[in-house]
DNA sequence: TATGAATGAGTATTCATTCAT
DNA sequence: GATGAATGAATACTCATTCAT
């Protein structure tokens, strides 16, 4: 009793993927090859197929946590009241579950053209059309719909981008949340003005 | 009145950026094997190395007139004064520039791992980063800063993703123009009043 | 007029098919690896993958004519009346197609776990239980029907056996189709005593 | 009475080969995977190895029976007078032993390109070929020696392919026999006119 | 009796690129 | 202006086998 032996199940599995998830940011999923993570980790590449099925299977388990989280935030979202507040909590919370997973967006965003043809890359498009649904509002007008959309988009994308400027992150999540926030509210007061004007349709000043 | 003399060059420059393009974006550039475009131009790959250096080649002549444009708003932007209306027009001509080349922006945001390691990618990103400087404000808050760079996303990525919104594709830049424009002008106002509500957390603003 | 120049069109395509026909005989089709005929070639896997779309290709293309003689024979077959003379005639046949491709047979017996579920070994079974319902007759005995399945298959599996045993080959040949064909012959004569006795079925001796 | 004591031995060596036996009928020996079996029985791959020394042993150990009988065979083949009764029963004994092991058999023929260049493989065309050898009449025509051969082929290969044929297999087995065991026969009557024709050697048709 | 973890050698296939003609 | 033929380097994946526990 009191046994000091070393664990018996070895860390390998999460080693993979930990420097999966490095690699995958630093080069991309595709342009990054299975043997480039077994040298970093000093296996070889049959013990990366011990521990998952295939390449694809690596990628999929990284978006395991995210992907649940999600689900969570779009079940609640639907059992709650069509109501601007609540499209707010809706937004700062995911606001909250994307910047958690931040390094899973940076590669969301960046391996786009690939992930689209992966069950991956299909299931989260999904989660995020689900969520934008769940902050429309019916009959509303298109310059409302933009709106609503754009609100999720940017914390989406804004996410990504965000951390190339200064600052403390948690402000910065909060500004992007801030100007996300904005958006959605506009899109739910009545005066919304067709906005176009003169060259290319800028609104005159003024 | 005009020339008489038939074009010597063969067409076949042209339809191959035409193939690659559509092919780059409907399977991404990496996932394009050049005998995919060859095939459906009815050539060999021989063919389109007399006409391109390399595939990346292909990829770059694409983008050589949504560069040249871009860095002729670039030049005309630091001519302007620093003012709102200035980064609102600014904004707006961004708006058309980036519609008109609304392909190339798929393949840009769809391929960005790839690209990133590509000098197409490299330019552009440090086009955008210009365009970006010039609308933002010196000392500004944190808050502005998110704005102003948020507002040259939302038509960078909305440009992209507005498009499985139903409506008039004007209609709907427009809209997206105006969102942005909103952002950016919210910026430049005094009063930031932190839109958000309970739970994940705006910070009340005094 | 009268020039001399070297073809070019390069043999390759004939010298891959006659390298993978010898080693597909010596070790096998699963034990052939495509490194092993291009080494043997002097030229890259690549250069195989230039000729053939797969290694399933090669042997497809191997087997070509074989199925194209094949097929001939059954339409011949068909055309013809339902008669001894015909069905021996058939048989005959047979065995010249078969024996004139007789390297094709070994492979086909040799790898039937492996072609069974290619192409090439489907195509093939499906010709030869069309042979062998031209050779039956309807509402025969069992006996008969035996008989009959066994003489076409005396020359498909003697054609591979006999090999090893001295003598000219067109003799060895005759001598095979000879024993087929009395097969044949006792299944389409009434008296077929229902053969069979002491100790496990020997006919009982004179 | 009788031992109260349980066997000590597990039945784990029995299932391998049980499953092995049929994945081997199914699959082929080469296409069939160790994991494949193990994941049939819900054991590891490396509890095969703590039954077996190789993947090879467990072919050989399927063969082990059907070897010692060809063995006792040959042996009590090799005791008896040259006589065509001696050999006939030969044959009658053969088609016993062949068809009690005809999963075997199968394995036999549909890998011999694999199963060649194994012990497994070696072995049994040696008892084949002692067999053929006990059929064979010393300074006997080819015709003769032909016929001899086919008739052991005859079961050999038609052990395999005639259970596709309808009808009882204990029928079968002897109608195969007595095809066998006239083609014997045949080869020790005096008179085998050297049958051969016109167009490819059809036998005129009186 | 068995397993978890790992290896090493191998396989078919793909792709951008080259070059003599 | 284009082709036929070929290359070299890479890639994901598989498999029998080993061994400490």
């Not at 899973?104 to 689209?116: M, V």
Request: charged share 25%; with cysteine.
């Amino acid at each position: 009793m009191g046994s000091t032996t070393t664990p018996r199940r070895s860390n390998t599995r999460q080693r993979i993927q930990d420097v999966a998830l490095k690699l995958f940011l630093e080069q991309g999923y595709e342009k990054t090859a299975l043997r480039e993570i077994s040298d970093e980790l000093g296996v070889t590449k049959a013990a990366l197929y011990y521990h998952f099925k295939t390449k694809e299977d690596i990628l999929v388990s990284l978006f395991l946590d995210l992907g649940r989280k999600m689900d969570e935030l779009i079940a609640w979202g639907k059992r709650q009241p069509r109501e601007l507040t609540v499209k707010q909590e809706l937004l700062a919370r995911c606001s909250v579950i994307f910047h958690d997973a931040a390094p899973l967006f940076d590669i969301l965003i960046a391996n786009q053209a690939t992930l689209d043809a992966l069950s991956v890359g299909q299931d989260f498009k999904d989660r995020v059309a689900a969520l934008s649904d769940l902050l429309q509002e019916e009959n509303s007008s298109l310059n409302a719909r933009v709106r609503c959309a754009t609100s999720l988009l940017t914390l989406h994308f804004g996410t990504f981008a965000i951390r190339q400027l200064d600052g403390d992150p948690e402000e910065k999540r909060l500004a992007l949340l801030a100007g996300a926030t904005e958006l959605l509210t506009s899109a739910h007061e009545g005066v919304l003005s067709g906005v176009a004007g003169p060259s290319a349709g800028v609104p005159p000043e003024g």
